[in-house]
């Protein structure tokens, strides 16, 4: 992976012979890193995108908040000198995605967000984080993967793909336990961002899969509903990382929505 001082990214430069239209900024979800975009970096640089995806495992050090999450983006982009990007973010990466649109609104030029709320956490998901948090301490990065990953993917994907389990998996274990329990307090300290829905105006894009539990497309309606002239996507026979399980649909929608709207 790329470096700039201590940040970490993939970086995918739009295709020579493509007509240069920006940059797509990625944000990743939780317990995962940057790698879960690698379907989505060639496919949109072949439209002319430049593609960066931060990993924020590098600040998620116990007290990480998702404003310190937004700043590592910020700070790419920054370091990249680009002044905006359409910034998108899955599940975690949507409650980052709302901290960049909050602090730092003048480099959006559009937003799409996959499988994620706006709502904070209820004080019975606090408590769960707490409980994952210890399960951390007492058995490693392993115990969270086994908790997390019957969740992130849907029943299709279970019956169809179950190799893709693995991928995860994979994905998973690269990222150190510090890395892990930091993105847990930044889960659970998150704010309520919905307060901040009806002051985007810019293009967005919710995308949902349609099998997804954690962030079920009841959540992506209310997202849709509170941002005016948002489009909503639902993506069959995905759970919750829609990207990695239906890539092919996942990728068109996002294509349509830069091509169309953007
Ligand atoms: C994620 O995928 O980033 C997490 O499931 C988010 C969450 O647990 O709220």
Redesign the pocket.
Known sequence: MPALGRLRYLDALPDANARPRGTLLLIH??PLNARMWEGQLAFAAARGWRVIAPDLTVVATPGATVDDFAGVAIDLLDGLHIEGAVVGG????G?VTFALVRHAARYVRGLMLA?TRSQA?TPEGVEGRKKMLQLLKDQGPAAIADQ?IP??IGETTKRTRPELADRLRAIIMTNPAEAIGGAINA?MTRPDATPLLASIHVPTLVIVGAEDT??PPALAEDLHRGIAGSQLEVIAGAG?MPNMEAPAAFNTALAEFLDRRV
Do not use: A, E, P, Q
């Not at 899955?90 to 990466?93: D, F, K, P, V, Y």
């Open positions: 979800g939780f899955l599940s975690m990466g409650y499988d956490d997390m969740k992130l889960l954690l962030t919750h």
